[in-house]
C-alpha cells in the first residue's frame, strides 16, 4: 500500500522509458544557482516595471527626502538648543498634565468625616 505524501513534499511523476523497459521515478534535480539568479533577476524586473506601473516613484526617493528632514531638524537642534529645549520642557508638561489623576470632588460626607477625624487627633494631642 502506498503512503500518502506529506504536505510540501513533491508528488514524483512515473517515467515509462519503452527502450530499455523500464518504468521509475524521475529525479528532481535541483535548478542550477546561475539558473536561480537568473529567474530571481527577472522577478526582481518584473517587480519594478509594476510598482513604476502603480506609480510609486520607488524606495530611494523618499529615503533621500527622509534623510534631508533628519538632517534639517538636527541642524536646528543644535542651532537652537534653548528652544529645542523649551518644546521638550512643554512637551512633558503636557503629558504630565494628562496622565496626571485628579481627584474625584468629594462628597459632603467624606468632608465631615474628615474634620471629624482631625478634630479627633487635636483632641488626643491636647489630651496627651
Do not use: C, W
Not at 542550477?32 to 516595471?49: C, F, G, V, Y
Not at 523618499?62 to 534631508?68: E, G, I, Q, W, Y
Amino acid at each position: 500500500m502506498a503512503k500518502a505524501p506529506r504536505i510540501g513534499e513533491t508528488i514524483p511523476v512515473g517515467v515509462v522509458d519503452k527502450q530499455n523497459e523500464t518504468v521509475g521515478v524521475q529525479k528532481n534535480r535541483a535548478p542550477s544557482p546561475a539558473k536561480q539568479l537568473k529567474q530571481l533577476r527577472a522577478d526582481l524586473e518584473a517587480l519594478k516595471r509594476a510598482v513604476a506601473q502603480a506609480g510609486y516613484d520607488g524606495v530611494q526617493p523618499s529615503l533621500s527626502r527622509t534623510r534631508a528632514a533628519g538632517r534639517a531638524a538636527g541642524g536646528a537642534i543644535t542651532d537652537h538648543p534653548i528652544i529645542f529645549a523649551g518644546v521638550i520642557l512643554i512637551a512633558v508638561v503636557a503629558l504630565a498634565g494628562m496622565t496626571h489623576r485628579r481627584s474625584e470632588p468629594k462628597s459632603r460626607v467624606d468632608v465631615l468625616v474628615a474634620d471629624l477625624m482631625h478634630r479627633l487627633d487635636y483632641m488626643k494631642r491636647l489630651l496627651l
